[in-house]
């Protein structure tokens, strides 16, 4: 399984951003679907997770409100909206699946699928 995530780009603060994920190999509805983010000098952290089937979502207290987390899975394709941006919010997002649907959200050991990054900018 290839994950490709796109959308990153250069936003003033307050603006807003929409991120895609898609999955080539197998199905990507057969797995959850989480994003991270990852700042310079901080460690990857959980920004929002959807269940195989799309029925249950997840975000980091940081985002609640103003990112919203979203599947195709007719396209195999993730989605993260991401609304009313603040600088805070700049770094390279990654998407990421867990094969085993093992609900552990912010466990960045429990992905074994991984996108290779796309960069948010957010200027003040």
């Known amino acids: 399984v290839q994950l490709q995530a796109s959308g990153g780009g250069l936003v003033q603060a307050g603006g807003s951003l929409r991120l895609s994920c898609e999955a080539s190999g197998r199905t990507q509805n057969s797995y959850q679907m989480a994003w991270f983010r990852q700042a310079p000098g901080k460690e990857r952290e959980f920004v929002a997770g959807?269940?195989?089937?799309?029925?249950?979502?997840t975000y980091a207290d940081a985002v609640k409100g103003r990112f919203t987390i979203s599947r195709d899975n007719a396209k195999t394709t993730a989605f993260l909206q991401m609304n009313s941006l603040k600088p805070e919010d700049t770094a390279v997002y990654y998407c990421a699946g867990d094969s085993s649907n093992s609900m552990k959200w912010g466990s960045v050991v429990a992905y074994d699928y991984w996108g290779q990054g796309t960069l948010v900018t957010v200027s003040s």
């Open positions: 959807i269940s195989r089937y799309g029925d249950w979502k």
